[in-house]
C-alpha cells in the first residue's frame, strides 16, 4: 500500500435512526472510501450525540451495529481506517468539559442546529447546545486535520476551529486547526419534499432500505403539477436535482433533454432515478445485509477500532491535562 499523507481525516454520522441515508451517504459517507485510501481516517459512530434524541437503549444499540454494518458495506476497511463507537472513548466527555470552559456561550446560542430543534420540539434538552462542542471533542482529541461532512454542518467546523484557536490562546499550541472539506457542488441533499432530507423531516430514503420501498418512495417525490406534454425544467426538479448523484453526465444530458422537449411524465424521470439508485446501491445493499447476519464479527470491528482510538485519545489527553492545570500536580 502506498503510503499515505500526514493529515488525519476524522468524522462521525449519528446512530439516530434504524438505518442512515442517502443524504448521510451523497453529502458525507462516499467521501469517507475514496479519502480513507489518501490519509489516515478515523470514522466514528456518534451514539454520545444520538442520544440527544434516542431514549431507548436497545434501539440504540441496534442503530450503533447498523451503523457500523453500513461503514463496511459501502467500502470502509477496518486495515485503512479506524471504524469505532465514540462513548467508548469516554475521554471525549471530559475534553467536552474543558473545552465548554472555553466555548462562548453566545456562539452556542447562535448554532442554526439548536434554533433548528428549538423550532420543533417544546422542550429542548441541553445536550442539543452542547452537542457542538462534543462534535468539536470529537474532532480534536484525535488532532483531526480534514473533516469530511455535508454542507449542513458547516457552522459546526467554524465552531470547531474558534475553539480550537482560543484553546490554544490560552494553553499554547495544543490542537492543530482542522479544515472542513465540504463539496460546495453537492450542497444539502434534498429529501422527498424538497426540504433538506433528514431523519427528523421523515422524508428520508434509507440507504439499504429494500428496492420495493426505495421505488414507493421515489414515486412520492413531490414536483410540481405539469402535465405530461408541457416542457419542463430539470434544474428546479427534486427529481432530476437527486439523478445528478447517480447517472453519468450523458444520462443527465439525456433525461434533461426529455425534460425540455415536453411529452414526458414525471413518473418516467422517477422510473430512471430509481434505476440509477439501484445500480449504485443495490450491491452494496447485499454486502449490509449479509454482515447484518453477522452481528459479533461487527462488534469485534468495534472493539478493535475503539482499542486503536484510545491509543491516540490517551497522548492528546495527557498535554490537553498538563497544559489546563489538573492531572500530575508538580
Ligand atoms: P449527522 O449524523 O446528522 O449526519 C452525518 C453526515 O451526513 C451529512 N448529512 C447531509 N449532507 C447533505 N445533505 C443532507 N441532507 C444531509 N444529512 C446529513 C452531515 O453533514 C454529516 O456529515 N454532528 C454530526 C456528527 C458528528 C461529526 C463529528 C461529524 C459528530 N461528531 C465529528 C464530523 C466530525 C451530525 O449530526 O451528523
Request: charged share 25%; net charge neutral; hydrophobic share 40%.
Amino acid at each position: 500500500m502506498a503510503e499515505k499523507k500526514r493529515e488525519l481525516v476524522l468524522s462521525g454520522v449519528q446512530p439516530s435512526a434504524a438505518q442512515v441515508h442517502l443524504g448521510n451517504y451523497l453529502g458525507a459517507m462516499k467521501r469517507f472510501v475514496t479519502l480513507s485510501q489518501q490519509y489516515d481516517t478515523i470514522v466514528c459512530i456518534v451514539d454520545l450525540h444520538a442520544l440527544t434524541t434516542v431514549w431507548d437503549a436497545q434501539a440504540l444499540r441496534e442503530n450503533t451495529v447498523s451503523l457500523a454494518a453500513a461503514y463496511l458495506a459501502i467500502g470502509m476497511e477496518p486495515s485503512r481506517a479506524i471504524i469505532f463507537r465514540q462513548s467508548d472513548v469516554a475521554e471525549v466527555c471530559e475534553l467536552t468539559w474543558y473545552l465548554a470552559c472555553q466555548f462562548p456561550l453566545g456562539l452556542l446560542e447562535r448554532a442554526t442546529s439548536l434554533k433548528d430543534a428549538k423550532a420543533k420540539a417544546k422542550v429542548v434538552n441541553s445536550g442539543l447546545m452542547y452537542y457542538p462542542v462534543l462534535m468539536a471533542a470529537d474532532i480534536l482529541l484525535y488532532r483531526s486535520t480534514k473533516v469530511p461532512v455535508g454542507a449542513d454542518q458547516k457552522q459546526h467546523l467554524e465552531m470547531t476551529r474558534e475553539v480550537a484557536q482560543k484553546f490554544n490562546n490560552a494553553y499554547g499550541d495544543v490542537f492543530p486547526l482542522p479544515e472542513p472539506l465540504i463539496e460546495e457542488d453537492t450542497g444539502v441533499i434534498v429529501g422527498l419534499d424538497g426540504r433538506k432530507m433528514s431523519k427528523s423531516y421523515d422524508n428520508y430514503i434509507g440507504l439499504f432500505e429494500d428496492s420495493k420501498k426505495v421505488r414507493k418512495k421515489v414515486m412520492k417525490i413531490v414536483t410540481d403539477s405539469k402535465s405530461v406534454e408541457d416542457e419542463k425544467d430539470p434544474d428546479t426538479c427534486n427529481v432530476f436535482t437527486l439523478y445528478k448523484f447517480f447517472a453519468s453526465q450523458q444520462e443527465q444530458a439525456a433525461l434533461a433533454e426529455k425534460y425540455r422537449a415536453g411529452g414526458m411524465g414525471y413518473g418516467e424521470a422517477k422510473q430512471a432515478l430509481f434505476e440509477s439508485i439501484e445500480r449504485e446501491i443495490s450491491p452494496m445493499r447485499d454486502k449490509y445485509n449479509d454482515l447484518m447476519s453477522r452481528p459479533d464479527d461487527l462488534r469485534d470491528v468495534l472493539a478493535d477500532g475503539a482499542r486503536r482510538a484510545r491509543e491516540i485519545a490517551g497522548v492528546t489527553m495527557a498535554s490537553v491535562r498538563e497544559a489546563v492545570g489538573v492531572g500530575s500536580i508538580l
